[in-house]
């Protein structure tokens, strides 16, 4: 047997990175010859990584961000057509992909954190979903948006439910039935991002923007962000009700109480997260 042939392979690289910025945890997609598509295994270490922030009180505010020239292209085709040989045509495994996807995404949402997306690149279809779901969301100015499944036969159904609710109606529909891209400059003003920056700086200010929000109140912050997601699918009534209970709630907090105290006394407040 050659030396060559003995060595042992090579250890594939981590297709998620995480990094600690002061109070911010950043997570890399990393899996760039794949246009960091959304795996199995992307899927579920990004799931992980969200419910292992939400549980560290020291982290206030995460960052998702991609290395190479995509931000992500979406769900993994080939590792989907794959499973078209299982006895049931893959309908078990599309369908649990989806429901993990899915899953993964409301993470997001429900993270007692804000999560802010710094995209460097395209942004196709589940990749798009990525963005909208985030709270906040950085542009290079060589981004870009799609939700393309309708030209390979596939609606972007499950990106369209974030699409939907981060842009106007007529916009979304546009987005997903020509699935043109749209740049980063029509995306801000269509609301899907909050700012476009320099392209190389877009990491940079979505940590300095999650590191603006984590210097606030975590205790508010999570009220806040909960509340901001639950009222937005209720009535206009239903809505003022509900806020008017977390209003009253949030006076009750420590926190306010200093803030209030703070802001009457003219001084920096002291957050105890409670």
Not at 46 to 70: F, K, M, Q, T, Y
Not at 86 to 108: E, H, K, L, V
Not at 206 to 224: C, D, E, F, P, R
Not at 265 to 272: L, M, S
Request: charged share 20%.
């Amino acid at each position: 047997m050659s030396v060559q042939a003995a060595r042992a392979p090579s250890p594939q690289p981590p297709i998620l990175l995480r990094e600690i910025v002061g109070s911010v945890a950043v997570l890399t997609l990393n899996r760039p010859a794949a246009r960091n598509s959304l795996s199995e295994a992307m899927i579920g270490q990004l799931h992980a990584s969200l419910n292992a922030i939400a549980e560290d009180r020291h982290i206030r505010a995460a960052v998702i961000a991609a290395n190479g020239p995509a931000f992500s292209a979406g769900h993994d085709m080939k590792e989907l057509t794959a499973r078209r040989t299982d006895p049931d045509r893959g309908r078990a495994y599309f369908a649990q992909i989806m429901t993990a996807c899915s899953a993964m995404m409301q993470a997001i949402v429900r993270l007692p954190k804000p999560v802010v997306a710094a995209v460097q690149g395209i942004a196709t279809a589940a990749g798009c979903q990525l963005v909208a779901s985030c709270d906040l969301a950085i542009a290079s100015d060589a981004a870009s948006f799609a939700t393309p499944g309708v030209d390979i036969g596939l609606f972007c159904s499950t990106p369209m439910v974030a699409l939907s609710r981060n842009v106007p109606r007529k916009q979304a529909m546009e987005m997903l039935l020509t699935g043109e891209p749209i740049p980063a400059a029509r995306a801000r003003e269509i609301g899907l991002v909050n700012r476009v920056v320099a392209a190389g700086t877009e990491r940079e200010a979505a940590i300095a923007l999650a590191q603006q929000v984590a210097l606030k109140s975590a205790y508010t912050v999570k009220l806040g962000k909960e509340a901001f997601y639950r009222q937005a699918e209720m009535s206009l009534a239903d809505a003022y009700r509900y806020a008017a209970e977390v209003m009253t709630e949030n006076m009750m907090a420590r926190d306010a109480e200093e803030g209030i105290g703070a802001f009457i006394e003219k001084r920096a407040p002291t957050w105890r997260d409670e």
